[in-house]
């Protein structure tokens, strides 16, 4: 991580319902970079991609456009 620039755009999504040391590994990552988003999804586990992918590509999405 000390290789990438800080001010990287960088979206970070974790389920609500995920273990907390991976909620936890997704937070310390959104501190690392300036311009991070973490998105903390209430009801999502760590399968959310797959279990939820109209919600989680409606964040993808939002993120991009925001971006633009």
């Known amino acids: 991580l000390d290789a990438l620039p800080e001010r990287i755009p960088v979206s970070i999504l974790v389920g609500g319902d995920t273990v907390p040391v991976a ?3 997704a937070e310390l ?4 970079f300036s311009q991070a988003r973490c998105s903390i999804i209430p009801g999502m586990g760590h399968m959310g991609l797959f279990l939820h992918p109209d919600h989680v590509n409606s964040l993808i999405h939002g993120a991009l456009s925001a971006r633009q």
């Not at 990552?29 to 690392?32: G, H, S």
Request: no cysteine.
């Open 29 to 32: 990552l959104a501190r690392r």
């Open 23 to 25: 909620r936890r590994m």
